[in-house]
Structure formats: structure tokens, C-alpha cells
């Protein structure tokens, strides 16, 4: 079969998408690992399939797939590029959409200036709905990882991540605590691992290791992990720009939603053969 895609960019952290509405794409895992292989396929950090919406209030759904060929509930930068590829595509006429994501519902929208905001939804601190396993809900949680203790604070943003505060992202310990904590048994579902440094109360530099990825340039969903524990655990104010090694993204949390401001770069258009 000839697949038609594109690949698009959001702080570095970049994707394949596909249009599922025009066309009916069904991948096996071992397809989705060939594309999102820089070596032989297209390269990617994950696969995005635009779908004709199930929840009557969605516009669309939206699908996520990881480079190893497995399906995620959300995915921040991706959003970004999601509603940017709908409009471009003539999906859509709407300068907001609702997407429907296995996290949940989501809004981004198309700012005039040519960013997009993402309301991400409400941060989940319980537990056992993130899930992770713990006898408490406190934001500060030990962890233990190889040989070291670590201090966690587990959060889900429509997924599982465990962010932990170092004091230089340069020495945080992405290589070799990343997969460590990705798998940790204390996370049924994986985690993604996120470093935060606390530059002032307004600022933060963030490394994450993602499930079925491995460390990628930026994380959307990441930045809002990092931030709302922070304001949990009093070190941040509830405005805070996100500094990744990819690029930089605006983190407000004042209500229920997480909303998260970013580019969304379209890069080629193109086909590859399965």
C-alpha cells in the first residue's frame, strides 16, 4: 500500500500524521515501528492518526502511537500539531476543535500570532488513577531506582509521568535512570520520567524520557507534569515557561484545565510505501 503523510514538528519533537478520515489506515505495530525508524522508514518520535470522531462532542479523534508501535492515551506537542494539520488539510474550518484522545477531551485552537494553545484538561494527582501504586496521594513520594532513592512526584496529564527535581539538567540522570523509572513496577502502565531545574518560580528547564520513545527534544504533556507538581509543591507560581532542549512552551494552570501554548511546525509532505 502507498501511505500518505506529514511530518510536522512541535519544539523538536516531531511525528508522522496520518489522515484516517479521508482514508482507511489500519497499522499493525511492526508498520508502525518501519515508519517511525529513522534509519529506513520516515523517523519520528510518534505516529498521529486523525479520526472521524466517536463522542458526539468531538470534532475528531485523535490517535497516538509511540515509536515502538504502541498506542498512547495523550500527547501534547502533538495536539499542537494535530489541530494545525486538520486546518491545513481542509479537515476543518474551526480555529478550536475537540479532540477525543484515550486520555480524554481536549481543545486545542489556533492563536492569530500562529501558535496553538491546548487546554489539556485537569492534572490527576490520585494514585490509583494515574495509576501508580502508593499508600498515599502525597505529592512527594520516595522511589526507589537501581541503587538510589529518588524523590517523585507522580501526576497523570491524560498519561503517567514521574517527574523529580536535580539541580543541573546538564548532570540529570536521563540515560541512566530514564528507562530504570520507565519501567519501574510501581507504574502498571510505564511512566514517562521527567527532570525539572527550577531556574526562578517563573522558570524551569525540563529532560524527558518518554515511554516507547526514549529522551526526546521536548514533551508537551511533560511541561505540564512538571509545572503543575511545582505548584504543588509550592517551588512554582502558576505561570511558567517551559524551557526543552527543543524549544520553549508557556504553561498556565489557574483553574481545572492545563493550558499549554507552543509552535506546531508543518516540515514535508510525502509518501512511503508498505
Known amino acids: 500500500m502507498i501511505l500518505r503523510f506529514t511530518k510536522m514538528h512541535g519544539t523538536s519533537n516531531d511525528f508522522i500524521v496520518l489522515d484516517g478520515v479521508r482514508q482507511d489506515i489500519k497499522l499493525a505495530p511492526e508498520q508502525l515501528r518501519f515508519l517511525a525508524n529513522r534509519r529506513i522508514g520516515v523517523g519520528c518520535d510518534q505516529i498521529l492518526l486523525v479520526e472521524p470522531a466517536k463522542n458526539p462532542k468531538a470534532d475528531f479523534c485523535y490517535r497516538i502511537f509511540n515509536a515502538d508501535g504502541g498506542e498512547v492515551e495523550q500527547c501534547g506537542n502533538g ?34 500570532n500562529g501558535r496553538v494553545t491546548v487546554n489539556m484538561g485537569a492534572p490527576i494527582f490520585t494514585a490509583a488513577q494515574i495509576p501508580f501504586i502508593s499508600d498515599s496521594d502525597d505529592i512527594i513520594q520516595s522511589l526507589q531506582v537501581g541503587d538510589d532513592t529518588v524523590q517523585i512526584s507522580a501526576v497523570s496529564m491524560g498519561n503517567p509521568h514521574a517527574v523529580q527535581v536535580i539541580e543541573n539538567i546538564n548532570d540529570a540522570p536521563v540515560v541512566t535512570q530514564g528507562a530504570l523509572i520507565e519501567n519501574h513496577p510501581r507504574f502498571p502502565n510505564r511512566v514517562n520520567a521527567g527532570f525539572m531545574q527550577i531556574v526562578d518560580r517563573s522558570h524551569i528547564k525540563l529532560r524527558v524520557y518518554e515511554r516507547g520513545a526514549g529522551e526526546t527534544l521536548s514533551c508537551g504533556t511533560g511541561a505540564c507534569a512538571a509545572v503543575v507538581t511545582g505548584i504543588q509543591r509550592g517551588l512554582l507560581d502558576n505561570k511558567v515557561h517551559v524551557e526543552t532542549r527543543g524549544g520553549g ?23 512511503i510505501h508498505l
Open 249 to 271: 512552551l508557556d504553561i498556565v494552570w489557574q483553574g481545572e484545565g492545563v493550558m499549554m501554548t507552543g509552535p506546531a511546525i508543518t516540515v514535508f509532505e510525502g509518501e
Open 79 to 112: 495536539a499542537r500539531c494535530f489541530v494545525r494539520f486538520a486546518h491545513e488539510q481542509g479537515l476543518t474550518t474551526k480555529r478550536e476543535i475537540v479532540v477525543e484522545t484515550k486520555g480524554g477531551l481536549i481543545t486545542p485552537r489556533l492563536e492569530d
